[in-house]
């Protein structure tokens, strides 16, 4: 498939995810473990951001070893970004905004990408190259809820993940937006729970996220 078809196809998948972990690893040795407690807790799209130099193996490890887990990479900045993410086992890749280097490299990719985008022009780019699913970022920065619902009317075949700012006080309310599918977010791994390897408060996390609506 086209990366224009997997962004496409990931569309009914995270309709039933609701969640995506955004994992920011330090220490690819917890990778495993924390892969584990969030599918354990029903989340099994990971999105593990491209900040740290343990990124690409915690990838690497989860793809190969965690039944149920499928990799994303975050924070994909470069052309370069997506080709590290997909050769360590990304099946999705997501941006927090978009640029025509990016655009022009995506043709070429074989995995679902969803660019960030915070304005209607910036929606429409994305629209205009074939994309229907994208992130909707910094989410509670950007306008949050209301800003999503004033979105809905004018482009009603473009769907979101708002990420940045979403967590368990106002979940509820952005996965009720029509044009929501999914929510990305770092709320369900805390750093202390991690440094903790207090992994059943990370499932209880999960758990409690993805059973919300
Ligand atoms: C990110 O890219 O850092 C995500 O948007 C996570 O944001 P959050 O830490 O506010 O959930």
Request: charge should be positive; proline fraction near 7%.
């Amino acid at each position: 498939m086209t990366q224009v078809e997997q962004n496409k196809a990931l569309i009914p998948i995270l309709k039933r995810v609701r969640v995506v972990p955004v994992l920011t690893i330090s220490d690819a040795a917890t990778a495993v473990p924390l892969a584990r407690a969030l599918v354990a807790g029903g989340l099994t799209h990971l999105e593990i951001t491209l900040r740290t130099p343990a990124a690409r193996d915690s990838m690497r490890r989860i793809a190969a070893e965690v039944q149920g887990a499928f990799v994303g990479a975050g924070t994909v900045l470069t052309p370069q970004h997506a080709d590290d993410a997909m050769a360590a086992g990304a099946t999705f890749l997501v941006s927090p905004g978009a640029t025509a280097e990016l655009y022009a490299a995506s043709k070429n990719w074989r995995a679902a990408w969803l660019p960030g985008v915070a304005t209607a022009s910036e929606a429409m780019t994305a629209q205009a190259h074939g994309l229907r699913l994208l992130k909707f970022f910094p989410a509670e920065a950007s306008g949050g809820v209301p800003a999503l619902k004033s979105l809905a009317a004018p482009l009603a075949d473009i769907v979101f993940c708002p990420t940045g700012g979403v967590g368990p006080g106002n979940l509820a309310s952005y996965l009720a937006c029509p044009n929501v599918i999914c929510v990305g977010g770092s709320w369900v791994a805390p750093d202390k729970a991690i440094a903790a390897a207090d992994w059943s408060e990370i499932t209880r996390l999960a758990k409690a996220a993805s059973t919300t609506l």
